[in-house]
Every structure is written in structure tokens, then in C-alpha cells.
């Protein structure tokens, strides 16, 4: 950037910063990459090293600091430092190097971020509105330094990835997800907005843990919850307009009350419930050009009937609708096992949204029982419940179709329903496989696969890219299928050869400018 770009950047944003004051501002810091004659402009002489140094010495520099780290959480201390001092060089570092840092500053590293949150603090980013802020979350707002705010993802800690309650600790995942939408679909940095709403925790770790950064008391519930929702959401909206709020890591019972309840009042998405839902229907369209069968041909029984099945469910069934069945005839053809079991109408006391997907049938608690009675195309794990596709499972699977499809996608990596290897290995080479977290390349019987990863990121940036250029009011169902659709249609024959049903990661930016 010239000076002139610089000063009136600067100039823009309200924020005619020079010297110290300008070092410090993330958005505007440039570090050693000022020039000699932005330098003597700014009021930088001697402020810094004096060899002005390019933006690519300055990538090379960070890569050596985060390779020598020990440990994934070091290197995840180390970016979030770096995004905190020159917030340019952060996503110039990771987009550079996406495949090797978005498991870092996303699942699964940030799960182990957030478990440690109070003790790895450094530094606040985003906005923390407590119970105490009821009746006045406006004037929170206030104190946000940036007026264009576009995005803003929002959770209550209460279901963190696969992790359960961590209450307050949860911030990690809106600043990570924030973060994608800027190295994945180009969002401004200042048009993100990190949001927890510190509303407690039933965590007794938390609650005793004088390092806690959150309220040290149980959770809000009933209407105190709800109406504490109510204001935010009638807040953010007044003060950004036109702002997407993304939910994100809210626990089923409010989860898919919230999205109900706002969906059509404001611009709104669930990420757990549709966005899930819209990169794994991506991905079993892209293992159907494998299996060649149609998708109304497909029976699938999900392992857990949480937000990420359930959302999974909806949406599979409505494509399978738009391809010619019966809504009736494409929810038959998904079937659900939670931690009671197969999910059937004979059972009692069903949460809501299960009931659309219970169907006549005998119930079984045994999986394997269920697999084998059911004979589906599709095993789709979303239980937070490790290595329960046994090799059993995985053979029966194996043993009725000639390509099973196999997703693990339960968060982070130690929670996955079985590994990579495993699926490969106990199918003889035939599972078309992917999973939430990443897995290494797998090399089984001379052949290299490469596990395919369920990513969201695959899907939220780009259909936010496409919410904010079209200036969308709503975000509807149908966006997820489009967004599906198109994500399916940017695999390659190359990639699908190698095993995976997702395109490259490194070529997300142009996938997401697609979906947008
Ligand atoms: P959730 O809490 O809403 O649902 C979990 C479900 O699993 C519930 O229906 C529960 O009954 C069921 N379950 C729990 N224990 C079980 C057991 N022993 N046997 C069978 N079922 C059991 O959570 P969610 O939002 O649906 O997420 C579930 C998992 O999916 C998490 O690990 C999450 O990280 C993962 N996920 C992955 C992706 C992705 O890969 N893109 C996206 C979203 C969620």
C-alpha cells in the first residue's frame, strides 16, 4: 500500500493514526514492510528495525516462528499474537499456507484452544455480552470499534465442537470462523464480528477455576434466556443493518428453537445444522459419481440425530424431493440412531426434531444390528462418540455394498467415529471416506487415498460472499442445496481418484467465489 492508499485508509476508517498508535493498530500495522517514505510520513523513523523488509520476508519470518513450535497449541498462541499485531501479515501467513494452518486456527486445534482458553489468554478479541448486560447489550454494542460490521457469528459456548459446555471459553470458535470468512472468501477483517454471550456454564471445571474468564455461574435458562436472545438479536440488527448472524456451537435444545424462531425475522443461519448440512450433501453427491447411483436411490442412517444429522437429514430429503419422490418417501429413506438407539416410532418421548425421521420399524441400541438389518448406502457419523464404527460395522457396510460411503465427522480428530486408516483398511480399500477433522494421506495396498475433509468452511464463506454482494434479507434453505451443489460440481475427476469427494483445500478461494 502507497502512503496515499495508507493515509486515506486511514482517513476512512476513522482512525488517523501515526507512530506508536499506528504499530499498535492491528488493522493498519504493517511492521517492518513500512517503507522508507511511509516511515518518515508516519512518524515511524526509528520506531522500527530500519531495513524495510517485503511482505514475503515478513510470511517467511512468521512460518520459521510457527514451525519450531513445539506443540499445535504454541502455534495456535503464536497466530493469534500475530493476528493481534498486523492482522495483513496474519492472512497473508494463512492463506499462504491454508492446508497446513487452518487446522490450526480451526478445528481441531482451536477444540484444544478453547478447552484451555482462561489459561492460553493473552489478549480480548471480539465481543463478550454477559448476563449482567441485560437491558443494555445496546450500549455494549456501542463500544465496538467498527461501524460496517457485515458478519457477526455468536455462541453460547454451550456445545463447543464435540467438547460439551465450555461456556465463556467458546470464544475461540467465532474468531476462527471469522477468520475463515476472511482467508477463504476475502470478507474485510473490520466486517467480522467475534460475539460469546457469556450466559454461564454448566461446567464445574469452569465454575471453579479461578483462570475461568467467564461468569462463574450456571446457565441462564427459560425466558431470562430467551429474552436475553431476543434483545441481542434486535440489537445487532438495529445497530449493523444488514448484518448475517451466524450461530454457532449452541446446544441442540436451543440450536434449532433459535433458527426457528429468527430465521425469518432476520438474516440467520444455524453453521452446525445447515452448513453442515450443505458440505456433506456436497460430499455424498460427489461419492454418488463414484457409486453411479442416484441420489433417490440412497439409504442413509446417521449416527447421532443431533443439530449436524438432523440438519443433514433436512436437507438430503429435500434434494431427494426435488429429484422426484415423495417428501414422505425421501424422509424414509433416512434413518437416525442416537445414544438410545434406532430412532423408530415405538419410542416414547422423542425430542421434535427426530420425529419427521421416525419411521415403523423394530428398535435396536446395537448399531451393528441396525446396520445390518437397514443395509444402507451411507454410515454418517455425527455423535461426538469415538471409534464406534467398529470393524464389524465397517464390514458389514463393506460386505453389501461395493463402495460404501463412510463419513466420520465428529470433531475434533479424537472424536472421530473411526479413522481414515481404519475405514480404508477394514473395507479392503473400498470406503469412500471423509471426516470432520483432517486426516493424513493414507497409504493402504500400494495405493495413496486422501481422506476428504466435511469442512464447513468449504460452504459459509463463500455463501456469506454471496450474501453480502446480492444484499440477501434471508438465508434459506435452498441457498445450502445450491451451495452443495456447486461445491460437488468443483470436484475433479483428479481428486475423486485419489479418494477425496472434496475439492483441494488450497483451492477454496476460487471455490468459494463459485458458491458465492
Ligand atoms: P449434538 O449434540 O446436537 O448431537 C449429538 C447427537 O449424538 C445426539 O443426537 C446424541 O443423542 C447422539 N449421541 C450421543 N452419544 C451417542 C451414542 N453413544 N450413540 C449414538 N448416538 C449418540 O451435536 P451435533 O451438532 O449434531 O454434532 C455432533 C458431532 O458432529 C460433533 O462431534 C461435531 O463436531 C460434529 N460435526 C461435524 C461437522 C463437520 O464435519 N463439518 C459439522 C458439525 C458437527
Not at 486511514?10 to 517503507?35: C, I, Q, W
Not at 461501524?147 to 456445545?159: A, L, Q
Not at 456433506?280 to 436411490?297: E, F, I, N, Q, R
Not at 430412532?343 to 448399531?367: C, I, M, Y
Request: overall charge negative; hydrophobic content about 40%.
Amino acid at each position: 500500500m502507497g502512503v496515499d492508499l495508507h493515509a486515506s485508509a486511514m482517513r476512512e476508517s476513522g482512525t488517523a493514526y501515526r507512530g506508536v498508535k499506528l504499530l499498535h493498530d492491528p488493522v493498519h500495522n504493517k511492521g517492518t514492510a513500512f517503507t522508507a517514505e511511509e516511515r518518515a510520513v508516519l512518524g515511524l523513523k526509528g520506531l522500527l528495525p530500519p531495513r524495510a523488509q517485503s511482505m514475503d520476508l515478513q510470511v517467511q519470518r512468521a512460518m520459521e516462528n510457527i514451525r519450531v513450535k513445539n506443540n499445535d497449541l504454541e502455534r495456535y498462541v503464536f497466530l493469534s499474537a500475530l493476528q493481534d499485531r498486523n492482522e495483513t501479515l496474519f492472512y497473508r501467513v494463512v492463506m499462504d499456507h491454508l492446508k497446513e494452518l487452518m487446522p490450526i486456527i480451526y478445528t481441531p486445534t482451536v477444540g484444544e484452544a478453547c478447552q484451555k482458553f482462561g489459561h492460553i489468554f493473552r489478549r480480548p478479541r471480539g465481543l463478550f455480552i454477559s448476563r449482567e448486560d441485560k437491558g443494555h447489550i445496546h450500549d455494549v454494542l456501542q463500544n465496538w470499534p467498527h461501524e460496517d460490521v457485515k458478519f457477526i457469528v455468536v455462541t453460547d459456548g454451550e456445545r463447543i465442537l464435540g467438547l460439551g459446555d465450555l461456556g465463556a471459553d467458546g470464544m475461540g470458535i467465532p474468531i476462527g470462523k471469522l477468520a475463515l470468512y476472511t482467508a477463504c472468501a476475502g470478507i474485510h477483517p473490520t466486517q467480522c464480528l467475534p460475539i460469546t454471550l457469556d450466559v454461564g456454564t454448566e461446567s464445574k471445571d469452569r465454575l471453579s477455576d479461578p483462570l475461568y474468564i467467564g461468569t462463574q455461574a450456571r446457565r441462564l435458562k427459560g425466558s431470562d434466556y430467551d429474552e436475553l436472545i431476543e434483545e441481542f438479536m434486535v440489537a445487532v440488527t438495529t445497530q449493523f443493518p444488514g448484518v448475517v448472524v451466524q450461530f454457532e456451537d449452541f446446544a441442540n435444545h436451543n440450536a434449532f428453537r433459535l433458527l426457528r424462531t429468527y430465521q425469518d425475522r432476520f438474516c440467520v443461519f444455524n453453521d452446525d445444522i445447515q452448513g453442515t448440512a450443505s458440505v456433506t450433501m456436497a460430499g455424498l453427491l460427489s461419492a454418488l459419481k463414484v457409486t453411479h447411483k442416484p441420489l433417490t436411490d440412497q439409504k442413509l442412517l446417521f449416527f447421532g440425530a443431533g443439530e449436524a444429522g438432523i440438519g443433514i437429514g433436512h436437507l438430503i430429503s429435500g434434494a431427494m424431493e426435488s429429484e422426484g419422490l415423495s417428501l414422505a418417501e425421501a424422509r424414509q429413506r433416512c434413518w437416525f440412531f442416537d445414544s438410545t438407539g434406532l430412532v423408530t416410532k415405538s419410542r416414547t418421548n422423542l425430542a421434535e426434531h427426530k420425529l419427521p425421521f421416525a419411521h415403523d420399524g423394530v428398535f435396536t441400541d446395537n448399531l451393528l444390528e441396525a446396520v445390518n438389518r437397514l443395509r444402507p448406502t451411507a454410515l454418517i457419523g455425527v455423535s461426538g462418540m469415538p471409534q464406534t464404527f467398529t470393524k464389524e460395522i465397517v464390514e458389514a457396510m463393506s460386505s453389501f455394498q461395493d463402495r460404501p460411503i463412510i463419513f466420520a465427522l465428529s470433531n475434533p480428530t479424537s472424536k472421530s467415529e473411526c479413522t481414515a486408516k481404519q475405514a480404508y483398511k477394514w473395507s479392503n480399500g473400498k470406503a469412500i471416506y471423509a471426516s470432520g477433522s483432517p486426516f493424513d494421506l493414507v497409504d493402504y495396498k500400494g495405493q495413496t487415498f486422501v481422506p476428504g475433509q466435511a469442512n464447513n468452511a468449504y460452504i459459509f464463506p463463500g455463501l456469506g460472499l454471496g450474501l453480502l454482494v446480492s444484499g440477501a434479507e434471508r438465508v434459506t434453505d435452498e441457498l445450502f442445496a445450491i451451495a452443495a451443489r456447486s461445491l460437488a460440481d468443483q470436484v475433479r475427476e483428479s481428486d475423486l481418484a485419489v479418494g477425496r469427494i472434496f475439492p483441494a483445500l488450497e483451492t477454496i478461494r476460487t471455490v468459494s467465489a463459485q458458491i458465492a
